[in-house]
């Protein structure tokens, strides 16, 4: 299940809460030098310490209109960041990580976010819905299976920030009223 976690500090990456906040690239930099997984946790910690310039964020924004825009910032075998890009009324299936934990910040805009629960027997099952803004921070833990994107209503563009660990592979994706789950492969376009 989703959960909003409370700021919290940690001195053994070299972030805590009462000290500058990260730029885009001081948090990239951390990103790469992890060589484990790092923690859930931790995810929230760099979100919640990371402000992002209109200029760091400027070469990772474009829209398309069939569908949202996936772009990557960082990738290794640790951890991977992208920056996502949604016109109102784009969002993604119902998936769930496969195993890797992830946490998304609101850069802008307003972003919905569904929970379900899946049993072989009943198959999917709506759980919850929430909204969160800019500046807001939301996290799948093992095995949340959700779906995110930019409310329809919002009139506005959607740009979200997401940190996984381990990096994406093969998902798990859902189908409401069905025991049916297949797989999905995110693509980078770039
Ligand atoms: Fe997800």
Same mark, same amino acid.
């Given at each position: 299940m989703s959960t909003l976690l409370?700021?919290?500090?940690?001195?053994?990456?070299?972030?805590?809460?009462n000290s500058q906040p990260?730029?885009?690239? #001081?948090?990239?930099?951390?990103?790469?030098?992890?060589?484990?997984? %790092?923690?859930?946790?931790?995810? @929230?910690n760099w979100l919640e310490n990371t402000r992002i310039s209109a200029d760091e964020l400027r %070469? @990772?924004?474009?829209?398309k209109e069939g569908t949202y825009w996936r772009h990557a910032v960082c990738r290794n075998e640790s951890v991977e960041m992208? =920056?996502?890009?949604?016109? %109102?009324g784009q969002r993604t299936v119902i998936h769930d990580h496969n195993g890797s934990q992830g946490a998304?910040? =609101?850069?802008?805009?307003?972003?919905?976010?569904?929970?379900?629960?899946?049993?072989?027997?009943?198959?999917?099952?709506?759980?919850s819905a929430c909204g969160y803004e800019a500046g807001q921070i939301t996290g799948a833990d093992v095995p949340d299976i959700h779906q995110l994107?930019?409310?329809?209503?919002?009139?506005?563009?959607?740009?979200?920030?997401?940190?996984?660990?381990? %990096?994406? #592979?093969?998902l798990h994706t859902y189908k409401p009223g069905s025991a049916l789950v297949d797989i999905y492969t995110p693509v980078d376009p770039d």
């Open positions: 409370e700021p919290s500090a940690n001195s053994a990456t070299g972030v805590c809460s990260l730029s885009l690239s #001081g948090l990239v930099k951390i990103l790469e030098s992890q060589t484990t997984s %790092p923690s859930l946790a931790q995810l @929230y %070469p @990772y924004l474009g829209f992208l =920056v996502l890009c949604w016109r %109102p998304v910040l =609101v850069q802008q805009g307003v972003m919905w976010e569904t929970t379900f629960t899946y049993d072989e027997a009943r198959g999917l099952a709506y759980n994107g930019n409310p329809d209503v919002s009139e506005r563009d959607l740009v979200t920030i997401h940190i996984y660990s381990p %990096p994406l #592979g093969v």
